[in-house]
């Protein structure tokens, strides 16, 4: 077991003590240990001393328990003993002080605690030490906790030493803000005389890092602002990733980043693409995930900078020197807070305030980096107004072949102008031709189609009417009956295919006026499968339908009667005699994310989706045949039973259809194991 550390109190020595070596401290990683476990003989033992100057523990998502001992040896003058933590970001620090009776004091601090719970109303998190009798011992137990950097400096110190330093902190900082106020609005009036955006970058730059500053380092929102100190996570991660952002943006303008090649142009937009993907996900990500990032890109964008002065340095771009020192000051003081955030070294106030240092001095370098701009661009105006008042007389003297030139140059233009004329209105035309061609073979293609679709039914029906007149005392019922059969047959392909032409006519005239009503689609599926049933009988097929119950949907009637007719009607004809025919009605909740080539929707969100399945057990599709599928008169090689063909018209009619409901249709097939056929509509 570690012994508990005693720090000594005496006003007459000194009313200040910083708080360090003589502290024990204890990790809990489960978060659950309270006091009386703590106290415990088996946790007591396991305390540990802390290795520097201050308790500092980096990032880390566990709590820490610190155990020191006070001897008050005599008391103030004025006020009490304070104890403070003095990092503005801890998020939960529970103070408990033991009087030697035994009693328990228990203070609650920290960044999440509301401003008007605290015990001490300030930025660092105070407690007042319980009066005791000189000489007495008082046990101290913290446990701090923070998604941010989990660093404690502690100190002990009179209530007047305490109104004197704070006094002392708060002059230097407002002192910085206002010159970052000052420098931010001279070079904002400086934007607005000279139209630069180097210099508005800059504005947009002090401005975002000073308010990192003011959220992060000093924790003056805790103070100032304390109904946001909620905020403070994210306006850390924000701030510092805005302020990446805007000085990314001022290394461009101020030092010509183009002129150097793509490749730092380049890399300058990368980090500023990383800034705004780490400011859209920031709340995705743990903090303290976050803030190491923000330490990262942090150093990246700086050493961006460096790099990029270096070279216009070498370049012989003078300001550059002002903008490597400036980037210089601040890589330093960055470098000593990022590591103190690491606990690589100790995180002493001079430390903690070492980014805030080497960012002022960084923001007065930059400023002089831009007046020497100012001065090196009046320099190149003079220069370029002397090289203008030498070249007016040269210019006198050639204005005649000027206005020839442009005179030639003019008459260049018109006829190239009359040149692009008549190319444009040789593709017109050339167009229009291919599009006649098209148009002439889609006429022959289909009137072909459409003439030997009808002269076989006319040829069948003929032929088996001409039977039963000739020999009609001669054939029994059963055969006249099956000739008659095949006749109603070849009279329904007739009207498929006329009622096919009707719409294909109508759809392309732009007929489609759809009217969706919530209906019961698995009433209206069974309605057309019993139409279809004496079809199926008579190719010895079995009509199969699966469902998972009464579905309703919001659709057009006319329009998915229309679909169902199609598919259900190619699903019999291609199917071999004594196969099955299985239609399936389901509902999902969104799009399936099966690739297809007819999806029109182009979205994916999650929606209440009606699905249609009709699969036959025929031959199946060649890989020919689906790329054909859904279009105009194609018919398919793969798929043809007992001589049954098509005009292709069917499934286009589908497609246009399925697309006009905002929905899409696509087969799932394999040569030889039949195929599948599925609609998916929005409803």
């Given at each position: 077991m570690l012994p508990a550390q005693v720090l000594v109190l005496d006003t007459a020595k000194a009313e200040q003590y910083f708080v360090g070596r003589g502290v024990a401290f204890l990790e809990d990683a489960t978060l659950r240990l309270s006091l009386d476990s703590v106290r415990s003989p088996a946790m007591q033992s396991r305390f540990r001393g802390i290795p520097g100057a201050f308790p500092n523990f980096s990032y880390t998502a566990s709590a820490y328990w610190l155990r020191w001992n006070v001897v008050v040896a005599n008391a103030p003058q004025q006020g009490q003993w304070l104890l403070s933590a003095n990092y503005p970001s801890l998020e939960f620090v529970d103070m408990y002080c033991i009087l030697p009776n035994g009693s328990i004091t228990e203070i609650r601090c920290g960044a999440r605690i509301p401003w008007q719970e605290k015990h001490f109303r300030h930025r660092n998190h105070i407690a007042t030490l319980p009066e005791i009798a000189f000489g007495d011992t008082l046990t101290l137990f913290m446990r701090v906790q923070s998604r941010m950097t989990l660093a404690v400096p502690l100190e002990i110190l009179t209530e007047r030493r305490f109104a004197e330093n704070d006094r002392a902190e708060m002059i230097p900082m407002w002192m910085y803000y206002g010159v970052a106020f000052a420098m931010a609005l001279y070079n904002l009036f400086l934007f607005i005389a000279l139209r630069d955006r180097a210099y508005l970058f800059y504005v947009l730059y002090v401005l975002f890092?000073?308010?990192?500053?003011?959220?992060?380092?000093?924790?003056?929102?805790?103070?100032?602002?304390?109904?946001?100190?909620?905020?403070?996570?994210?306006?850390?991660?924000v701030c510092s990733l805005v302020g990446n952002i805007a000085a990314l943006l001022f290394a461009k303008e101020f030092l010509h980043l183009w002129e150097f090649g793509k490749w730092s142009v380049r890399l300058g937009w990368c980090l500023q693409a990383a800034c705004v993907v780490g400011i859209v996900l920031h709340g995705l990500v743990p903090i303290s995930v976050m803030h190491r990032l923000l330490n990262l890109f942090a150093v990246l964008v700086i050493v961006f900078m460096i790099s990029n002065a270096v070279i216009a340095i070498r370049r012989g771009f003078r300001p550059a020197a002002y903008f490597l020192a400036a980037w210089m000051m601040f890589f330093t003081g960055a470098v000593i807070f990022i590591l103190s955030n690491f606990a690589i070294i100790p995180k002493t106030p001079l430390v903690q305030f070492s980014i805030q240092i080497g960012s002022a001095l960084e923001m007065l370098l930059l400023s002089f980096a831009l007046g020497d701009r100012i001065s090196l661009m009046r320099k190149e105006r003079e220069a370029a107004q002397k090289a203008a008042l030498q070249g007016e007389i040269y210019r006198l003297r050639t204005i005649e072949l000027a206005e020839a030139n442009e005179e030639i140059a003019r008459q260049k233009e018109v006829l190239e102008e009359q040149a692009r004329d008549i190319e444009v209105a040789n593709a017109a035309l050339q167009e229009q031709n291919e599009r006649l061609r098209e148009l002439d073979n889609e006429k022959n293609e289909f009137l072909g189609i459409a003439a030997h679709d009808l002269k076989n039914p006319l040829g069948a029906m003929r032929g088996m009417v001409e039977v039963l007149v000739m020999d009609n005392e001669r054939m029994d019922a059963p055969d006249r009956l099956v000739f008659l059969r095949q006749t109603l047959l070849t009279i329904d392909r007739m009207v498929e295919l006329v009622r096919n032409l009707l719409d294909i006519n109508a759809i392309e005239r732009g007929g489609i006026t759809l009217s969706p009503l919530r209906l019961d689609?698995?009433?209206?599926?069974?309605?057309?499968?019993?139409?279809?049933?004496?079809?199926a009988a008579s190719k010895s097929l079995t009509l199969r339908f699966e469902t998972e119950g009464e579905i309703t949907a919001k659709v057009d009637r006319k329009a998915l009667r229309?679909?169902?007719?199609?598919?259900?009607?190619n699903a019999l004809k291609y199917s071999p005699k004594g196969k099955q025919v299985t239609v399936r009605l389901l509902l999902t909740e969104s799009f399936s994310d099966k690739p297809s080539e007819t999806d029109v929707l182009g979205y994916w969100q999650k929606l209440s989706v009606l699905r249609i399945e009709i699969q036959d057990e025929g031959q199946g599709l060649t890989e020919q045949d689906m790329k054909r599928l859904f279009g105009k008169f194609a018919r398919l090689s793969a798929r043809p039973t007992g001589g049954e063909h098509s005009t292709g018209l069917g499934l286009s009619i589908v497609k246009r259809l399925v697309d006009a409901m905002n929905g899409r249709v696509w087969c799932e097939s394999e040569h030889g194991k039949g195929a599948k056929f599925i609609v998916e509509i929005a409803g």
């Amino acid at each position: 077991m570690l012994p508990a550390q005693v720090l000594v109190l005496d006003t007459a020595k000194a009313e200040q003590y910083f708080v360090g070596r003589g502290v024990a401290f204890l990790e809990d990683a489960t978060l659950r240990l309270s006091l009386d476990s703590v106290r415990s003989p088996a946790m007591q033992s396991r305390f540990r001393g802390i290795p520097g100057a201050f308790p500092n523990f980096s990032y880390t998502a566990s709590a820490y328990w610190l155990r020191w001992n006070v001897v008050v040896a005599n008391a103030p003058q004025q006020g009490q003993w304070l104890l403070s933590a003095n990092y503005p970001s801890l998020e939960f620090v529970d103070m408990y002080c033991i009087l030697p009776n035994g009693s328990i004091t228990e203070i609650r601090c920290g960044a999440r605690i509301p401003w008007q719970e605290k015990h001490f109303r300030h930025r660092n998190h105070i407690a007042t030490l319980p009066e005791i009798a000189f000489g007495d011992t008082l046990t101290l137990f913290m446990r701090v906790q923070s998604r941010m950097t989990l660093a404690v400096p502690l100190e002990i110190l009179t209530e007047r030493r305490f109104a004197e330093n704070d006094r002392a902190e708060m002059i230097p900082m407002w002192m910085y803000y206002g010159v970052a106020f000052a420098m931010a609005l001279y070079n904002l009036f400086l934007f607005i005389a000279l139209r630069d955006r180097a210099y508005l970058f800059y504005v947009l730059y002090v401005l975002f890092y000073g308010a990192f500053i003011f959220v992060s380092v000093n924790g003056l929102v805790f103070q100032q602002f304390p109904l946001y100190a909620w905020l403070v996570p994210s306006l850390v991660t924000v701030c510092s990733l805005v302020g990446n952002i805007a000085a990314l943006l001022f290394a461009k303008e101020f030092l010509h980043l183009w002129e150097f090649g793509k490749w730092s142009v380049r890399l300058g937009w990368c980090l500023q693409a990383a800034c705004v993907v780490g400011i859209v996900l920031h709340g995705l990500v743990p903090i303290s995930v976050m803030h190491r990032l923000l330490n990262l890109f942090a150093v990246l964008v700086i050493v961006f900078m460096i790099s990029n002065a270096v070279i216009a340095i070498r370049r012989g771009f003078r300001p550059a020197a002002y903008f490597l020192a400036a980037w210089m000051m601040f890589f330093t003081g960055a470098v000593i807070f990022i590591l103190s955030n690491f606990a690589i070294i100790p995180k002493t106030p001079l430390v903690q305030f070492s980014i805030q240092i080497g960012s002022a001095l960084e923001m007065l370098l930059l400023s002089f980096a831009l007046g020497d701009r100012i001065s090196l661009m009046r320099k190149e105006r003079e220069a370029a107004q002397k090289a203008a008042l030498q070249g007016e007389i040269y210019r006198l003297r050639t204005i005649e072949l000027a206005e020839a030139n442009e005179e030639i140059a003019r008459q260049k233009e018109v006829l190239e102008e009359q040149a692009r004329d008549i190319e444009v209105a040789n593709a017109a035309l050339q167009e229009q031709n291919e599009r006649l061609r098209e148009l002439d073979n889609e006429k022959n293609e289909f009137l072909g189609i459409a003439a030997h679709d009808l002269k076989n039914p006319l040829g069948a029906m003929r032929g088996m009417v001409e039977v039963l007149v000739m020999d009609n005392e001669r054939m029994d019922a059963p055969d006249r009956l099956v000739f008659l059969r095949q006749t109603l047959l070849t009279i329904d392909r007739m009207v498929e295919l006329v009622r096919n032409l009707l719409d294909i006519n109508a759809i392309e005239r732009g007929g489609i006026t759809l009217s969706p009503l919530r209906l019961d689609v698995t009433s209206l599926v069974r309605e057309v499968l019993a139409e279809y049933e004496y079809h199926a009988a008579s190719k010895s097929l079995t009509l199969r339908f699966e469902t998972e119950g009464e579905i309703t949907a919001k659709v057009d009637r006319k329009a998915l009667r229309q679909v169902l007719d199609n598919l259900i009607s190619n699903a019999l004809k291609y199917s071999p005699k004594g196969k099955q025919v299985t239609v399936r009605l389901l509902l999902t909740e969104s799009f399936s994310d099966k690739p297809s080539e007819t999806d029109v929707l182009g979205y994916w969100q999650k929606l209440s989706v009606l699905r249609i399945e009709i699969q036959d057990e025929g031959q199946g599709l060649t890989e020919q045949d689906m790329k054909r599928l859904f279009g105009k008169f194609a018919r398919l090689s793969a798929r043809p039973t007992g001589g049954e063909h098509s005009t292709g018209l069917g499934l286009s009619i589908v497609k246009r259809l399925v697309d006009a409901m905002n929905g899409r249709v696509w087969c799932e097939s394999e040569h030889g194991k039949g195929a599948k056929f599925i609609v998916e509509i929005a409803g």
